[in-house]
């Protein structure tokens, strides 16, 4: 219905109460906007974080390969100096 057929007094009463309304809708969801930027900047740290953990899981695990060889060659060493005795 246009609004040059809705009778004054209606217009007088809803019309303030409808754009009070949409200020306040406007205003949520500029704070929605600024709520979502948040959580994708925090996903994007935690993403972030994540692949940093990895990559020093990966560290870790190379370096007890390392050691485990290392230890595994040293008892062989010691294991036949002590069958050749």
Do not use: Y
């Not at 303030?16 to 930027?37: C, F, H, Q, R, Y």
């Amino acid at each position: 219905m246009p609004v040059e057929k809705v009778p004054s007094w209606i217009k007088q009463v809803l019309m303030p109460e409808l754009n009070e309304i949409k200020g306040e809708l406007k205003s949520v969801n500029t704070k929605i906007d600024s709520s979502n930027e948040r959580i994708d900047s925090l996903r994007n740290e935690i993403k972030s974080e994540i692949g940093r953990l990895e990559e020093r899981i990966d560290s870790l695990r190379n370096e007890t390969k390392i050691e485990m060889s290392s230890l595994r060659t040293e008892m062989n060493i010691r294991l036949d100096s002590i069958e050749m005795a």
